[in-house]
């Protein structure tokens, strides 16, 4: 497994030259439709995405467990339909191990190879987190579940500003320590917006003896109102900046989605800067921003870049 934050060591594989004019790999997250008019915008964004050569796409799973049958019908077709690696995120809520174990050999029938593995949250006003009588108590737990089932490549979350349930930053790094040595092969950040916060995270990790890949959360700010309700849930902190940056913006979606852009580039850029080579974009199903980001980043569709290498000014 490579360090997405280390320069490219020589050798590239068949996969890594058609990706080779992109100078980082990006991945992308789409949540599963519930209406047809969603299942329509979805797939508008995963045919406008699908020619940055993702590393993967993931399709998440509904808090509580609410989206079984969706989000095995969107990886399924993203499988079935395109050239596309999807990964499948899975939770610990609201099913015991068996109930797991078979969605996740359902999901191996159907050649999906990839889960991002996580504990969920409890549902809205149902209280703290009690594990689920005969279920997987915590992602690490549900780790060992998977590689149980089958070789099924594995991502796990992560948290720079540490996760708002953890007793301390270092009891959060040891439980990320727990769930690689189960067998996940890769971490994702959950979203955070001043670039030092996760570097800060990744020397620290880097310091306890984590080696695997850190691969920063991007989430561009469409709707500012909402990514504080995020981040409130999450416990990322919005610096003020950013407040200030949408401030007045509240019914002017044009001048709003500029902004966006403009914040998310300088967000990347700075990550690129400092040596990150892959990113994963939480697109809320929408391809605009993170098409524009990944474009700033370097990372374009072959025809796109060989068509501008040949293009007269
Ligand atoms: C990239 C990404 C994708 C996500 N996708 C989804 C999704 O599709 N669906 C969804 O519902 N949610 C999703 N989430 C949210 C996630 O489910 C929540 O953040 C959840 O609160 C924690 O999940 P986890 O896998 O990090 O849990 P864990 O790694 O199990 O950690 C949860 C908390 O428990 C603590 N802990 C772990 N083990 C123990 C132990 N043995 N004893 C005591 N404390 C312990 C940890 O320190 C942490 O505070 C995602 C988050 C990220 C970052």
Redesign the pocket.
Known sequence: MTDPTAAPAGGRGPAEVLRAPNPVDVSF?FFPPKTAEMEARLWETVERLAPLAPRFVSV????GGTTRERTHATVARIRRETTLEPAA?L?C?GATRDEIDEVARQYWAAGIRHV??????APADSGP?VPYPGGY????DLVGGLKRVADFEIT????PET?????SAE??LD?LK??IDAGAGRA???FFFDPAVFFRFRDRARAAGIQLPIVP?ILPVTNFAQVCKFAAA?GAAVPDWLGAQFEGLDRDPETRRLVAATVAAEQVRALQAGGVREF?FYTLNRADLSFAICHILGVRPPAAAAADRGATP
Do not use: M, W
């Open positions: 997250e998440t799973y509904g808090a995120h939770t809520i991002v593995a996580l504990r969920g949250d987190y108590d915590f992602a690490a796990v979350a992560a948290y996760h708002p349930e953890a007793s009891a959060d439980n727990r769930k994702i950040t959950q959360g999450c994963h």
